[in-house]
């Protein structure tokens, strides 16, 4: 593989799907039409739609992409430019230097340590969701995603913005759900028109509004009593109020409030629920499952040193990432002509990588769709391509909260399945769609008891 910048001008283009090819499932199902495309293409196709998409799905053409020419390919998509709309010029969005700057400020926010210091919150709203379950055991059906999200937001929110989120949670979720979008619906790209007054528009301004009214609520309220504290509101408030000229100004830090709150609840909720559904459906990897926690915390929730004592527990989410990715596929524009195995990227070029197809390619993932978390062993994982698996990403712009989410999502995996037997609904159809994250299209509905 090499990269040889403008040199490669003489090279052929990728394989080309014939234009506007399967287009009608671009909607709703983006996810299986690229990863049909890569199944009967290859590893880097040209999908020639009313933008044309080049798809890499090979982890040495990925590479370069996210790691070691990573300056060569901006988030100046479509795809980004329509989160913006809601996330404005935070981490996830922004670019450039002033990214750099941005991302270097709230690094040491995410620091394992103070990270595993979340551990005694997340197990608290993690108890108080159980007891909640409590008065619903024996019959009633639960939306296990919605009661996901729920936990999850309400962990974003009380580990990294104190109790300020916590009496506007319902609303916030609410108005969050506006946002999530496939970006290639077209009401999401009519947002970028948002001048023009369409249903969808109407109702995404009013959202937009709601909610930095709230946002910057929560900044003024917290200024007031005075930000000492240590959660990343206060650290925000800080930067601020810096004299160095590094500070940012209000409007970045409700753009990085907003996006922490979008990019921290759904992806980990998704995670969860999948998870939850993939147990149901492995009766064998439940059983093991839960005897490794019974045996290692003996009905107590797990802390955070105790996970390093429970590889089973991490292997299980990591498989279940593989087959349900949440972030299901990573947009960049290439700013320069490249070249990957002789074949010519062009500048200015729409690159996808679809970790959802990635994660099934059958040279890196035998049998790839079932659903064998023995693959994440240790001792099986040597020698695996690094850029095969990639749920959050790689390289500099990996995302920031991956260490939070691993805890979370075992912290609560190991309370509730030492707790609850959770059984999904039967005769529930179980389909996935892909709006900014992979979910489950109607839902996932469950009954719990107690174990
Ligand atoms: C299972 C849960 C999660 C998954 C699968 C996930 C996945 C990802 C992926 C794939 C990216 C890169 C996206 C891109 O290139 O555009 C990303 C970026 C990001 N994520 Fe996550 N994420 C998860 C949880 C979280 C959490 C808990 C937080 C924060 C509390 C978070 C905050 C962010 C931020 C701020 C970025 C942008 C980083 C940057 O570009 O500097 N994520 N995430």
């Given at each position: ?328 596929s990573y947009a960049r524009r290439s700013e320069q002509e490249e070249e990957f195995e002789g074949y010519r990227l062009p500048a200015g070029a729409y690159v996808a990588v679809v970790p959802y197809a990635l994660h099934r390619h059958p040279k890196f993932w035998p049998d790839p769709e079932r659903f064998e978390p023995d693959r994440f062993d240790p001792d099986r ?71």
């Amino acid at each position: 593989m090499s990269m040889t910048g403008s040199r490669a001008g003489a090279r052929p283009d990728p394989p080309s799907t014939p234009r506007f090819h399967q287009i009608r499932h671009l909607g709703d199902e983006p996810h299986e039409l690229l990863y049909g495309l890569l199944r009967t293409y290859g590893d880097f196709v040209r999908w020639r739609g009313f933008q044309d998409v080049y798809l890499v799905n090979h982890p040495d053409f990925i590479r370069p992409v996210l790691s070691r020419d990573y300056s060569h390919f901006s988030k100046r998509t479509i795809d980004y430019r329509v989160l913006a709309q809601v996330m404005g010029n935070g981490l996830v969005t922004n670019d450039g230097p002033h990214w750099v700057r941005q991302r270097r400020l709230m690094q040491p926010m995410f620091s394992n340590h103070r990270i595993e210091s979340f551990d005694g919150r997340i197990n608290a709203l993690t108890a108080s969701l159980m007891n909640e379950w409590e008065t619903r055991v024996g019959g009633e059906t639960l939306r296990i995603d919605r009661e996901m999200g729920r936990l999850t937001f309400g962990i974003v929110g009380a580990t990294l913005f104190g109790s300020d989120l916590e009496r506007h949670a319902g609303e916030v979720a609410e108005i969050l759900e506006v946002a999530n979008l496939n970006p290639f619906e077209p009401r999401a790209l009519m947002t970028l028109c948002s001048w023009v007054p369409t249903p969808h528009n109407l109702k995404w301004r009013h959202a937009v509004r709601r909610l930095d009214r709230i946002v910057y609520g929560m900044i003024d309220a917290r200024r007031q009593r005075g930000a000492g504290g240590d959660d990343i509101l206060d650290h925000l408030i800080r930067a601020l109020g810096e004299e160095s000229g590094e500070g940012m100004d209000e409007r970045q830090m409700r753009d990085e409030v907003v996006t922490l709150m979008l990019a921290g609840h759904e992806t980990s909720a998704n995670a969860l629920a999948w998870t939850l559904y993939l147990l149901d459906r492995h009766p064998d990897v439940q059983a093991r499952l839960a005897e490794s926690l019974t045996e290692t915390l003996n009905g107590a929730p797990a802390n955070a040193g105790d996970l390093s004592r429970l590889p089973y527990l991490k292997q299980v989410v990591q498989e279940s990432m593989r087959l349900y990715p949440p972030v299901w596929s990573y947009a960049r524009r290439s700013e320069q002509e490249e070249e990957f195995e002789g074949y010519r990227l062009p500048a200015g070029a729409y690159v996808a990588v679809v970790p959802y197809a990635l994660h099934r390619h059958p040279k890196f993932w035998p049998d790839p769709e079932r659903f064998e978390p023995d693959r994440f062993d240790p001792d099986r994982g040597e020698g695996r391509h690094p850029y095969s698996y990639l749920p959050f990403a790689a390289g500099p712009r990996t995302c920031i909260g991956a260490g939070m989410a691993m805890l979370e999502t075992q912290l609560v995996l190991a309370q509730i399945l030492q707790s609850f037997r959770v059984r999904i609904v039967p005769d529930h159809p179980i389909e996935t769609t892909a709006k900014v994250t992979l979910r489950p299209r109607h839902g996932i509905l469950a009954t719990v008891s107690r174990r």
